[in-house]
Nanobody
Framework: VQLDESGGGLVQPGGSLRLSCVASGTIYDVGDMRWYRQAPGALREWVAT???????NYADFVKGRFTISRDDDTKTVSLQMDNLKPEDTGVYYC?????????WGQGTQVTVSS
């Protein structure tokens, strides 16, 4: 299984970015799909989850600003990030459960700065 993340970049406070993570390879089952992030000097923290029945859950610090979604046809999990704040800066990692195992993407840098 390979994961290909994209969509990071530099954005001003209040701006938006959309992250995507596409899984490829021999895939029999896709379970929960999650996003994590890691700020400089900090531990990696959970951001959001979308379950196989598309139930979503969010960390309090992104509720109302971020939206996680999935497309099982294309094996993609996305994270729409609106009203970005400087404290959202970090490396974002997708973390899907595929073939009953947990996988990590390579990470994509998000920088929120004026």
């Amino acid at each position: 299984v390979q994961l290909d993340e994209s969509g990071g970049g530099l954005v001003q406070p209040g701006g938006s970015l959309r992250l995507s993570c596409v899984a490829s390879g021999t895939i029999y089952d896709v379970g929960d799909m999650r996003w994590y992030r890691q700020a400089p000097g900090a531990l990696r923290e959970w951001v959001a989850t979308v379950t196989r029945d598309e139930t979503t859950n969010y960390a309090d610090f992104v509720k109302g600003r971020f939206t996680i979604s999935r497309d099982d046809d294309t094996k993609t999990v996305s994270l729409q990030m609106d009203n970005l704040k400087p404290e959202d800066t970090g490396v974002y990692y997708c973390n899907p459960v595929i073939n009953w195992q947990t996988w990590w993407g390579q990470g994509t840098q998000v920088t929120v700065s004026s």
